[in-house]
């Protein structure tokens, strides 16, 4: 049975998700990474049938689920005929050889099915061998339940296995070969990145960063003119795009990253390194977040903490609410005295909250798409970004 190869846009293929709440999951948080979860199915070309939860001290060591609920999910599947189970965390590899045991169709956690959207999107060469070193690395403990003929499965996540223990080694051997040929591949594009980067002048360099699908590439579009591709699904942008950008007669360089997300597989963390380095290396971040999200804050959260991870200098910043125009406004009546949830909040009220406190840090609110509040926006890019250039250059003063 095939493991692995999502199938996208020619057919979409039922699954099934499922997710944990424990001791550090609440059942509020799990039902927003199941949503996640099935944003991604959606974006590799699936939809989603039913979701299982199940409230555990911590997922099974063996098998995830306990056995009742394992059970549960089989007789689903056989019931309604489900091609797909996709877990919402990184099962071990003694995990998925227990539950393919069990339900006997397509298994795949949070990480295979990334990595799979990464594949389906890589268009350049450098993200061609990013994602391919990804999926390699991540192949590599799997290798005891899975055919891995590299010459004639082109480097998929493979299949089931039917092969003796030789076979497994001598595809162990191929995949660490593979891998050490797509680091050597990987080092050579670095360098030559590196040098790209070093060719592009004095130019002070801005990044945009921000979590999956909040604008980022709109927000380049919008400031550059350009026609970077931008999409309404998960990891439209893999590929960093670098313009530049003119702002009252001061030119600058802007680039657009690859959107970051939670639990964030760490092969990918590693092998995008090319493409978080532009971030290492920017002077300037422009942190786009999609305010219309439900958890907005959390994806803030998410993003800030893996930038310090990647890059601990303390760098200017501006924080750029975005979606202001998708963003829901419910009112309260005054009788109701459930606890206020965020949608109950306006944007005047939210202005007044941690984000009006950010330390040293702009922040505005505004519509990429409709330019509600750009001229704001680009006022503050350019403050920041004279300000930079004047310590930079401080006898070109007079130019700006």
Avoid at 259 to 288: A, N
Avoid at 290 to 315: G, R
Avoid at 336 to 349: A, G, I, M, R, V
Avoid at 393 to 400: A, D, S
Wanted: proline share 2%; aromatic share 8%; glycine share 4%.
């Amino acid at each position: 049975m095939s493991q692995g190869h999502v199938l996208v846009d020619e057919t979409r293929e039922k699954c099934i998700l499922i997710g944990v709440i424990t001791q550090t999951v609440t059942e509020t948080q799990a039902v927003e990474y199941i949503d996640e979860l099935e944003f991604l199915a959606e974006t590799a070309g699936m939809y989603s049938e039913k979701r299982f939860f199940q409230k555990l001290a911590k997922p099974d060591s063996k098998t995830y689920l306990g056995s009742g609920k394992l059970e549960e999910v089989r007789m689903y599947i056989n019931a309604n005929n489900i091609g797909i189970a996709i877990f919402d965390d990184e099962l071990s590899p003694s995990q998925l050889r227990n539950i393919e045991k069990v339900l006997e169709i397509r298994i795949l956690d949070r990480n295979n099915l990334i990595l799979n959207i990464f594949a389906s999107r890589a268009r350049t060469a450098s993200a061609k061998t990013q994602v391919e070193l990804a999926q390699m690395q991540y192949l590599l403990p799997r290798l005891t339940r899975m055919w891995t003929h590299l010459d004639r499965e082109k480097g998929g996540i493979g299949m089931r296995s039917g092969a003796g223990e030789t076979q497994i080694e001598v595809d162990r051997r191929l995949v660490q070969d593979k891998i050490a040929a797509l680091q050597k591949k990987l080092k050579a594009i670095d360098k030559q990145k590196s040098v790209q980067r070093g060719n592009r002048g004095q130019l002070v360099r801005v990044a945009l960063v921000g979590y999956t699908n909040a604008g980022k590439s709109t927000v380049m579009n919008m400031l550059s003119k350009s026609d970077v591709f931008a999409e309404n699904k998960l990891f439209a942008t893999l590929d960093t795009t670098v313009r530049k950008v003119v702002i009252e007669n001061l030119p600058f360089l802007l680039a657009d990253t690859v959107g970051f997300i939670r639990k964030l597989p760490h092969q990918l963390v590693d092998s995008f390194k090319s493409t978080l380095d532009e971030v290492r290396e920017s002077d300037l971040m422009v942190h786009i977040v999609d305010i219309s999200h439900p958890s907005f804050e959390d994806h803030y959260n998410v993003v800030c903490n893996t930038l310090t991870e990647i890059d601990k200098s303390d760098k200017p910043s501006i924080v750029v609410f975005n979606k202001v125009d998708a963003y829901t406004f419910i009112e309260k009546d005054e009788d109701d005295l459930t606890p206020k949830e965020q949608c109950n909040y306006s944007l005047d009220d939210l202005k007044k909250t941690w984000m009006s406190k950010l330390n040293d840090t702009d922040c505005v609110f505004i519509s990429a798409i409709d330019k509600g509040n750009i001229e704001e926006f680009k006022s503050i890019l350019y403050k920041k970004v004279k300000l930079i250039f004047q310590e930079r250059y401080p006898y070109h003063n007079f130019l700006y």
